[in-house]
């Protein structure tokens, strides 16, 4: 009785959620190597064809002003990725949303990408985001490209109930006997069966072999959709540290930076760029200038948004205000901070990504062999009444 009342509550939300979870974890599973690929489709973008070994980038001030010169008018700058190694290009980003609009299309107003030669002060390419092909997948993997309103409510929901399916299809699978016939086709295909027995069989093996996985990416992903769920989060997993939650600033030898150009920024980057020369990648959101504190957020690691170092500094006096890190995180904290790195597999570099994409993939089967299975017991329950008549 409680194996029927869990299959149809499996049933009606797999095909009600189906499709959703289906473009979702195929474009997630396409978006794990979208750093990878970018570099491998745009390379005249991310590669400078002259790489400067010994030369000084310009201050960010001048390259944000340049490369504000070649957009449109109205169309702003407003952050700034960049690369301490000499043969990359630096990213300035230009985007504003309509929360409410309906669509990709109506959600973002525009969304350019500048790509400089920092040393020089050239513009490499200016990049239309908004219909890029990796960023349409991002957002169809976040919002179906519906925009933020509708779509990104569809995609949370939907998470949580493709949850309830994993847990339900854990009960669904659990074996009557753990030996034998009835235990190995519970985790092995048998090929030589026929194609509706063996839809029956790609669903449930799948099924089990995903659900571990599957079920972090739902937890991470939702943390993503419900940001408000980050602190309880946080504070439940705090309850185990052996770190004291409010340690997080690094101690710095150094009180105060060298003033060498007129903008605090500037100063702060030439700063952290010594610093840190090493670094994977470095990030910038642009402040008011009469803004009382600028920070740069580095990344030790360019696909690990986890691991970090967070540099804020007084514009009034350069004086260091706080130094954030990773490492003086407490559980909660750093669980929090690895979110990203969970959700996408880079937290174990290339094994863990290619995890993930196959999970994800698997993610995206379960829907379509789920529907045959639906569709074959449907066909099967109207042959039978047919026949009655």
């Keep these: 009785m409680l194996k029927k009342s869990v299959l149809w509550i499996h049933k009606w939300l797999g095909l009600i959620t189906g499709l959703v979870v289906f473009l979702v974890s195929l474009s997630g599973a396409i978006y794990t190597f979208h750093d990878e690929l970018k570099l491998l489709v745009y390379p005249e973008k991310y590669f400078l064809q002259s ?12 390259l944000v002003s340049r490369a504000q010169s070649v957009l449109p008018d109205g169309e702003e700058i407003s952050r700034v990725d960049l690369y301490p ?16 609009g309906f669509g990709h299309w109506n959600y973002f107003r525009y969304y350019k990408r500048v790509f400089m030669n920092p040393y020089t002060g050239e513009c490499v390419a200016v990049e239309d985001s908004k219909n890029e092909f990796f960023q349409l997948i991002l957002q169809l993997h976040m919002n179906l490209l519906l925009g933020k309103t509708y779509g990104h ?11 309830v399916l994993l847990a339900t299809g854990m009960i669904l699978w659990w074996p009557k006997k753990w030996r034998g016939k009835t235990l190995r086709r519970s985790v092995w295909l048998d090929r030589k069966v026929k194609w509706k027995r063996f839809n029956y069989d790609l669903h449930n093996v799948w099924g089990f072999y995903v659900f571990p996985i599957a079920l972090i990416l739902c937890l991470t992903g939702l943390l993503f959709s419900f940001p408000e769920w980050k602190k309880p989060y946080s504070d439940f997993f705090n309850q185990f540290s052996i770190f004291n939650p409010n ?3 690094l101690q710095n ?4 930076i060298s003033k060498r150009h007129h903008a605090p920024i500037d100063n702060l980057l030439t700063y952290v760029l010594q610093k840190h020369p090493d670094a994977g990648m470095m990030s910038i959101r642009l402040r008011e200038p009469d803004a009382p504190v600028v920070d740069v957020q580095i990344r030790l690691r360019e696909d690990r948004s986890g691991l970090f170092r967070w540099y804020y500094v007084n514009t009034q006096d350069l004086s260091i205000k706080e130094i954030r890190s990773h490492d003086k995180l407490s559980a909660g904290d750093l669980m929090s901070a690895l979110n990203f790195d969970l959700h ?3 937290i174990g570099g290339l094994p863990t990504k290619i995890l993930v994409f196959f999970i994800a993939l698997g993610c995206a089967s379960l ?17 039978k009444s047919l026949s009655r008549i």
């Design 51 to 62: 790489p400067a070994s010994e030369a000084t980038p310009l201050p960010l001030t001048e």
């Design 85 to 100: 190694a000499s043969g990359r290009s630096w990213v300035f980003r230009a985007s504003d949303i309509d929360v409410a």
């Design 153 to 163: 409510a569809i995609v949370a929901y939907s998470t949580i109930i493709f949850a």
């Design 247 to 249: 340690s997080t600033t």
């Design 253 to 256: 030898t150094t009180s105060q």
């Design 344 to 346: 996408t597999g880079t």
């Design 367 to 383: 829907p379509i062999t789920g529907y045959f299975l639906w569709w074959n017991k449907r066909s099967k329950a109207k042959r």
